[in-house]
């Protein structure tokens, strides 16, 4: 009998599996098949889990499709009969093993899935910065009643609906980023690495169309990066961890940004070149930073950013949201009717290229 596997008892609790989920699945599967649950807990965060059970090995020997959080190398060693595998992490570093570059497995994950509560929290971010939160907190921890950074003629203090919002990289989370703010009257301008392929999801088209497209502007490669960062009020770090957007943010991309813009990074800590941010906050070269992720986490006690007046710190949650399992079980159908049908790959959602790393 075909089986698939669902391994995503996550551990921790907001992330817990809905009893639903697992009849959904079942009632998508083709007839015939089998769905296997996993009831041992496992760990969600990040790219997913780096290692399996020995009961997790045995589920999947014989099984034809994966769901889990990560793909590690062991699993795919085991299961010589594996189709399709599928991520519940938008992150697929850790996965990309060797083994998996050369597996002609197609390898999903779930990048839009997290999306909309990361363009939240980047929205929460920007008006921190914006509306002038960051004096008041300062203000508060001193006891003291101060309308001073708020009034002065270089008050950093500015509307969503006359600032411009560069997004580096325009994927799932870039779209949403860009909704919301051009939807508060911001101008967007969303940097990728290159326009869009035949064949490939027209994101151009997508982010021209409606009402928002007028505040929308695609530029691509080093001279769009450049509009990017001299122009914007606000730069938003949405870009997948790779060998090339690896330390992209550096200390000659600060140093082209506005004195009053503010950087926020969602993505991977290892997009931004950490000293040269630190170094940028305590000089000034930048109004402010919105950090979630960080090159080490947790992040370390004697990290200078814990110690800058100009610095938001979340600790890598800004995915987290009791809306993930609605999201994320539709998009498992969606594909699993495809793969039922026998579709070709290209009309699937979330696949992802292995080589390119995203």
């Not at 969503?160 to 703010?181: H, N, P, Q």
């Not at 993505?267 to 931004?272: E, K, S």
């Not at 006690?301 to 979340?314: C, E, K």
Request: proline content about 7%; some cysteine.
């Amino acid at each position: 009998m075909p089986r698939a596997v669902l391994d995503m008892m996550d551990r921790r609790p907001i992330w817990a599996m809905p009893e639903w989920v697992p009849a959904r699945i079942r009632d998508a599967l083709p007839p015939g098949w089998e769905l296997v649950v996993i009831e041992e807990e496992t760990d969600g965060s990040g790219d997913g889990a780096t290692r399996v059970s020995p009961g997790v090995l045995e589920a999947v020997a014989e099984a034809e499709i994966y769901f889990g959080y990560g793909i590690p190398e062991e699993l795919l060693k085991a299961a010589s009969k594996l189709a399709w595998v599928h991520s519940g992490a938008a992150g697929v570093g850790s996965s990309l093993t060797p083994t998996m570059l050369e597996s002609p497995v197609v390898f999903t994950n779930s990048a839009g899935v997290h999306a909309p509560p990361m363009a939240e929290t980047v929205l929460a971010m920007l008006l921190h910065f914006g509306r002038g939160l960051d004096f008041a907190t300062e203000a508060r921890a001193r006891r003291e009643w101060t309308t001073a950074p708020y009034y002065g003629d270089r008050s950093p203090l500015v509307e969503l609906s006359s600032a411009t919002v560069g997004i580096v990289g325009f994927g799932g989370i870039g779209r949403e980023v860009a909704r919301r703010v051009a939807s508060l009257g911001a101008r967007v301008i969303a940097a990728k690495r290159r326009p869009a392929q035949p064949g490939e999801a027209n994101l151009e088209a997508v982010a021209s169309g409606g009402v928002l497209g007028s505040r929308i502007e695609m530029v691509w490669g080093e001279s769009g990066l450049d509009a990017v960062y001299r122009e914007s009020d606000a730069v938003v770090v949405c870009a997948p961890d790779t060998p090339e957007t690896r330390g992209m943010i550096d200390a000659a991309a600060l140093r082209r940004m506005k004195e009053s813009a503010v950087l926020v990074n969602v993505a991977r800590g290892r997009l931004v070149d950490e000293d040269a941010l630190v170094h940028a906050l305590r000089e000034g070269w930048i109004r402010g930073a919105g950090l979630d992720v960080f090159s080490k986490e947790p992040l370390p006690a004697d990290s200078p950013f814990w110690t800058l007046p100009n610095v938001v710190i979340t600790p890598h949650v800004s995915a987290v949201t009791r809306g993930f399992w609605g999201r994320e079980t539709e998009l498992i159908v969606r594909n699993l009717t495809r793969f039922a049908k026998g579709a070709p790959t290209s009309e699937w959602e979330n696949v992802v290229d292995k080589r390119a790393g995203y």
